[in-house]
């Protein structure tokens, strides 16, 4: 199983990293929207946790090239509390759920094994 992890912040990426190994996830990382849209491509990962604020691409304009490439894709959100909208936002272009950041191990897992799951 491979799992995509996008965020601009090392920081972040590096906390998902730590509760996602033990799950023994083949972890690719992304520091962008662009980036993300060509690891997705290259590695077609089981799924992607993305951030919606980055650099260069942001992560709704990634998940909509990402859907347009694989519109089976499963993309889960991550993002901070202030950013309701684009979180709703998010899920009517078809994420299929979001993390809300700070997130707990319990919530990133019970929610990636959810989307992984449905």
Same mark, same amino acid.
């Given at each position: ?7 601009d912040?090392?920081?972040? #990426? ?10 023994k996830f ?7 929207? $662009? $980036? ?20 260069? $691409? ?15 894709a499963k ?10 909208? #684009?979180?709703?936002?998010?899920i ?16 990133? #897992? ?9």
């Amino acid at each position: 199983m491979r799992i995509l992890i996008v965020d601009d912040a090392p920081f972040i #990426r590096n906390q998902l990293k730590m509760i996602l190994e033990p799950l023994k996830f083949e972890i690719i990382e992304a520091s962008d929207g $662009e $980036e993300a849209v060509e690891k997705y491509k290259q590695f077609r990962p089981n799924i992607v946790t993305m951030d919606i604020t980055m650099p260069k $691409e942001n992560g709704l304009k990634a998940l909509q090239n990402i859907l347009a490439f694989d519109p089976k894709a499963k993309v889960i959100m991550v993002t901070s509390l202030g950013h309701r909208t #684009r979180v709703l936002e998010a899920i009517e272009k078809g994420a299929k759920y979001y993390i809300v950041k700070p997130f707990s191990p319990d919530k990133v #897992r019970d929610t990636i094994l959810k989307v992984l799951n449905s």
